[in-house]
């Protein structure tokens, strides 16, 4: 399985048929079947930190040795503490206007990135104690920099905790309790040289050989209607969610247009935190919590609204289409509560005109997409077909334009149904059409 977005801000839920579970954040979320292993490609953000402790869990688990099964690109860029803390101080000072970020480090990362690519830490540096070394000390001293701009403290020791009387700016920041220190630049370094000896650091040219000894699974993270293009600007990840970056890294080992893309998709629409969600309701929120999305301290609530097919088509045309579908959680509309149901949104309602799809523009007009976040937040559904359990695979593919090839009645292995299959070699699974961070 190879990862090709995001970083370890992805949780995916897996169950397996003898009840174990595990959340599977960098490493594939095949790795409970023996002999399945996990590449890091170089469009990935990795956290070493937090790949330790994912690999405990798995062992605890009973998958034995996750790091033997692991290959990570060395141009992939390292998420660090230094990010996280950046990550979260800049979001508590949004105040009201926080943007529901996941809170792990992954703008940071990628915007740190962008303005000094020279010097940002990358996984080939974890091999070069004295390069890493540097690096670190570069980006510890850019993030007491960055609190001293956003906090006004001349020498700030950590960040607070959310929630501070509606306060915003720098002064909430200084008025909120530390909770966790700066790590050192050493301690950095030790547990980032450990990360080095213990993986097995490749370049570019691993993908043609993993391509050449059977199938490969691309396994994206978060929704499209998150991506940092095409997403609901500003309420979107700076990772691009779609199929593209693992388009470009088929195309870079002889493998462009091979593969087969499957989008993602429940039975109803979620969002996890703020941002637009035309067929929000707070009933279904009420009667639908997920056990493994709960209100964060980051991102904020789970929510919950009906089908919303317009959001779903203009995911999936701005993911440049898909060839299947999974369709999940249809053991929902089985056991809702008697008087709750299901319904589908074929339109919206904006400004006193019915609008049924929403067209995707090209990346990288942030401004379109923020116009579009403003619109979205003036929409009200129209809400259209009830259907049963047993309508809604053939009412998806009317709906998307693209074949229902496996349902999902529950967790685990055994509640999946395959219905068609394609005869592909490589197989990519392009994010899922909707905007949760988790899919099960």
Known sequence: MVRFNGGAQAAHNVVTDDGRHHTFAQFGAGSFTPGCATHLARTMLVDPFALVAEAAHLESVGVPDPFARLTVDGEALLTTPYHAIANRVRELARGAGRHGSCGMGIGETVSYALAR???APRV????????????LRELHDWLRAELTALAGLAAPAGLGAAGSGGQTGPARLTALPAVEEIPEVEDCVAVLTAFGQLTRIVDSSWLRVLCDRGPVVFEGAQGVLLDEWHGFHPFTTWSTTTARNAEEL????????????LGVVRAYTTRHGPGPLVTEDAELTAALPDVHNGTGRWQGAFRVGHFDAVAHRYAVEA???VDALALTHLDVVERLPPGLGLWVCDAYRIDGATVSRLVAGPPGDLDRQEALTRRLARAEPVLGARPD??????????????????LSRGP???DKQVTGRAGHRTGLSAGAPCSPCTAR
């Open 124 to 135: 080939a540096d974890c091999r070069s104690p004295s390069r890493l070394r540097a690096r």
């Open 250 to 261: 088929l195309a870079e080992v002889g493998r462009g247009g091979t593969a087969r893309r």
């Open 412 to 414: 685990r292995a055994a």
């Open 389 to 406: 359990v047993d309508a809604w695979p053939d009412l998806v593919t009317e709906l998307l334009d693209a074949p229902v090839t496996l």
């Open 117 to 119: 690519p020279a010097v």
């Open 319 to 321: 993911a440049g289409g």
